[in-house]
């Protein structure tokens, strides 16, 4: 039996206006490039019969030039695309299904007659330029850029982005030259294909906020490739809304990538101790600096929509006000072009790609490594001391002292949902709801001190900022009692994990 063809390939969205740039852009400047323009129409059953089973059905015209191809579903690890594809000249737009026996589209049910239930249910148009490199001796690599339209039931969304072909050598290769881009060029991997993205607009003329998937890690040989899992599924997390907080006024579009980032960071920091020294070292720094961005802006979110109107309406000057909102919406707009202007920055795109060879790598398997249920057990042993700790100083604590715990708290959560999978999902759940309902009330006493800095830097009359300073107060002191509410509750938990195991004992003495 013949091997099984597959491709290897990494996408990358372009920011706006960008594909202009690509062409006089090293290493591409002076390779010679070839352009053409391609239309593609994609198939299925009214009940997505294909896209059900992972797979894309396909005919595309290059010039006078038809194919028909058709790609299974393999892997895609955060913008790397390894999948078998199956592709034959056809001698114009006709599918002939014969073609494919012994590939997964014979095997489906139904498949004889298949033909008769296929119909177009995606269209892509877009002018190609191509170039073929080698850069490095057994690497050839073939990048394509693609400008122009993804169409689904009238509806369409505009395509600009590089595709990065690995024809001979490793995948790294394609993320050397990536990284090499990205010193010159706005752009990000795209973890979605052409069908994908024109599935979903078939869907909804609108994008909708994702939340975050547990990605179980109990099959996980090992905590590192634990650690990989965990962090592709964050990232597949942020990826997922990073368009919706370019292109819509949506906030929890904001709110989901500020979480994504946030989960990432954690479970980096829940892994470190199995992750060799400075391996999160080139994507570490920027990942704070994005999530630091992002929350700026879902403060100011949160502060217009949900704290200010209540705190306004209380104080009973709509004067006021309608000054205090429109100075606090202009801060708000501010702080979403920050937000805007950084997912589409170099920095951004450059730390995404890092992050996607890092997770896109296999995992060595470290000899002796400690049992994955081991690793858990003592890590969440160790979360949850130190929020026992933390809870044992509550009525001590000042208002930083309390911010500390409640990330404390959150970092615990976090590691509970990382390692679930590995635990009885009842006592998992349990205690993932009793440590929410704590860092809830904690960030409600912590919000009300953001929420007055912000009021304070809105520069409001002096009666409206006295008042808004008691009506902080009162909240904050009812979040402080509902915390140690929540505090005591969760103490009673019964703890789901490994006891620690005993400390050895010496042996008797001669």
Known sequence: MPPIPHETELKL???????AKVAATPPLAGAEARRARYSAIYFDTPTRELSRHGLGLRLRREGRHWRVTLKASGSTAAGLHQRPEW??????????LSRFAGTPLAELPGAASLHERLAPTVTTEFRRTRWVLEPQPG??????????RIVARGREHPLEELEIEVLDGPAAAAFDLAEALAAHLALRPEPASKLARGLELLDSPRPRPVHAAQEPVDEAPDAREAARRTAAACLAHAQANEAGVLDSPDIEFVHQLRVALRRLRSALRLFGPVLQPGEDGPFAEDLRWAAATLGRCRDWDVFVTETLPPLAAAH??????RAVLARARARQRDARRA????IVSPRYGLAMIRLSRWVSAP????????PLKDFASRSLRKGARRVREGAGAFATLDAAGRHRLRILVKRQRYAVEFLGSLFRAQAVRRHVRALSRVQDALGLANDCANALAHVAELSPPPGFLEFARGWFAAREAAGIEAAARALAAAAKERRFWRRKPPAPQAPPAA
Do not use: F, H, I, T
Not at 13 to 19: I, K, M, N, Q, T
């Open 139 to 148: 690497a050839r690599l073939e990048v394509a850029l693609d400008e122009g």
């Open 13 to 19: 969205v372009l920011a706006p206006g960008e594909g």
């Open 316 to 321: 009973g000057d709509a004067a006021v006000a």
């Open 339 to 342: 937000a805007r202007e950084a």
């Open 87 to 96: 592709e034959y000249p056809v001698p114009g737009p006709v599918l002939d």
């Open 363 to 370: 995992a060595e398997p470290p000899e002796g490594a400690e």
